[in-house]
């Protein structure tokens, strides 16, 4: 409703842009819902979709996305140094109106040469070749399963903690890709990330800005599995145990135990 009143108090807009799924916080946008109000107007609506793509549903042309930005590093499992768009007719309308000065980031001059096969300037191959090592994994796996994957993890995560007695950061809108968890009142959530850090060579992420010491992060996008989930709940219930918090053994490992035998899972396809 927000949204539909920003856009009919401001009839002149002509972006709107959105995060798919925001890291830092761990929650999700309804984009589908957001994209329904956006399509009957003119502006054009444009999403981050960097981390929500392979996490979370996005029917781009069903849901009229006009502008949908992916990245190579996250749900696509491959090193930072990609990002490809996906542009909508409505979109690509309005690009001989956009007269800001470019010269590396130019749309116009990209598909040009994507056309002939071509890129404009000199491409990372050795990342292009593991993109494609990486979609075919996706394809043998299916895209519904990989976002399933990375929900039911997500899933999986919020159980652990919660039976574990710690709070979640985002309640109510919480994303797939990764998932943000208050540290234990009174804790600096340095202590979890460099708990992983020294005792398991494993990383998880602190909180970022104002958030830094208050949250700690978990992903579980892309080529990640419950082996590696339940791995990552052990370390974190001997971290808790060993700096001081009442924890039962085995309490959150039981709590991912009960969402991976609830959905029944077959053995994941491996490329």
């Known amino acids: ?50 981390t929500g793509l ?6 781009i042309d069903g849901w009229g996305i006009d502008v949908t930005i992916g990245g190579s590093q996250k749900a696509f499992m491959i090193p930072p140094g990609l990002a490809f768009m996906a542009i909508s007719p409505k979109a690509w309308e309005r690009q001989p109106s956009a007269t800001l000065p ?22 990372s191959t050795a990342l292009l070749l593991a993109l494609g090592e990486a979609l075919k994994y996706i394809k043998q796996l ?11 993890l997500a899933r ?46 494993a990383i998880i992420a602190n909180g970022q800005g104002t958030m830094q010491g208050q949250i700690f992060r978990i992903a579980h996008l892309g080529y990640f599995d419950f082996a590696d989930l339940f791995a990552v709940i052990a370390g974190l219930e001997i971290i808790l145990a060993s700096n001081g918090y009442d924890v039962k053994f085995g309490t ?14 077959e053995k994941e396809v491996k490329a």
């Open 1 to 50: 409703e927000r949204v539909r009143d920003a856009m009919d108090s401001n009839p002149g807009v002509k972006g709107v842009f959105v995060q798919a799924s925001e890291t830092s916080t761990g929650a999700a946008h309804d984009v589908k819902a957001m994209a329904e109000i956006i399509r009957k107007t003119d502006a054009i609506f444009v999403v981050d979709a960097i």
């Open 252 to 265: 959150g490992v039981a709590a991912v135990q009960n969402v991976y035998a609830a959905a029944a899972l």
């Open 156 to 201: 999986a995560t919020r159980e652990a903690s919660t039976a574990l007695g710690l709070e979640l950061f985002a309640k109510t809108a919480p994303g797939s890709s990764i998932t943000a968890i208050k540290a234990p009142e009174g804790w600096d959530s340095a202590v979890i990330v460099k708990g992983f850090r020294n005792r398991f060579g």
């Open 102 to 123: 470019r010269y590396y980031f130019d749309l116009k001059k990209e598909k040009k040469n994507a056309d002939k096969g071509e890129s404009s300037w000199t491409p």
């Open 54 to 59: 392979g996490t979370m549903p996005l029917d």
């Open 142 to 152: 299916g895209m519904d399963k990989l976002v399933e994957n990375a929900q039911l």
